[in-house]
């Protein structure tokens, strides 16, 4: 664990106060030595989980804090069934919390050095985790599917939709379809409405050895 003083929330919130509670011993004031594991656990219960949602949107925690939680959050069942917006509370750029959640369940997590997982966890946007995932040699290693996502976001949405009416079967594509797909206002609705279409998987790969410059 880190130091002490690095993981206490600013009490000046209820949120802040009810971190500080949870994470310090009554016996010691100490820090639980153990945090990891009993954040693993309270997102495995519904009381657990929904201190810990208002933990994440309301307290004034330190970065320290946020990592610890975040890391906890990542690797739980919950993660996947999370919305964009909803991983956003924990991670700074979703895609590395995918990142994270996937490798974990491959038991690749804890083969990162600390400087890696670092680089991952702390990306601010997509281009900052493509650049760490291809600098750390691991791009290679995400499943397609999780690297056109990584790329889909770098296209940007003007991008994105100026590129999906030069493919072949645009004009085969309804008017309600094409028109949902054009008034998308983020590369997430992008994608969901492209996914709900089954036309996901025709979106071409951005190369991402490009970051290696």
């Known amino acids: 664990m880190k130091k002490d003083l690095k993981l206490l929330a600013d009490?000046?919130?209820k949120a802040g106060e009810a971190w500080n509670n949870m994470i310090v011993d009554d016996k010691t004031m100490d820090v639980h030595s153990n945090l990891p594991q009993i954040l693993t656990e309270m997102t495995e219960t519904d009381n657990g989980w929904k201190q810990i949602q208002f933990i994440a949107k309301e307290a004034n925690l330190t970065t320290d804090a946020e990592e610890v939680l975040a890391d906890a959050v990542t690797s739980s069942k919950r993660w996947n069934s999370l919305t964009y917006e909803e991983k956003k509370l924990y991670v700074k750029t979703p895609e590395a919390g995918d990142v994270v959640?996937?490798?974990?369940?491959?038991?690749?997590w804890d083969l990162?050095?600390?400087?890696e997982k670092d680089l991952i966890m702390?990306?601010?946007?997509?281009?900052?985790?493509a650049k760490a995932l291809v600098e750390i040699g691991q791009w290679n290693e995400l499943p397609d599917k999780m690297k056109k996502a990584i790329s889909t976001e770098l296209y940007g949405l003007d991008q994105l939709k100026a590129g999906i009416q030069e493919l072949?079967?645009?004009?085969?594509?309804?008017?309600?379809?094409k028109n949902v797909l054009l008034q998308a206002e983020t590369?997430?609705?992008f994608k969901a409405a492209l996914d709900d279409l089954g036309i996901w998987e025709q979106i071409p790969?951005?190369?991402a050895e490009v970051y290696h410059c």
């Open 187 to 189: 590369t997430n609705d």
């Open 101 to 108: 959640n996937l490798y974990k369940q491959l038991e690749k």
């Open 205 to 207: 790969e951005k190369n």
């Open 122 to 129: 702390n990306a601010e946007n997509t281009e900052d985790l």
């Open 11 to 13: 009490e000046s919130t």
């Open 168 to 177: 072949e079967w645009w004009n085969n594509v309804p008017e309600e379809n």
């Open 112 to 115: 990162l050095n600390p400087a």
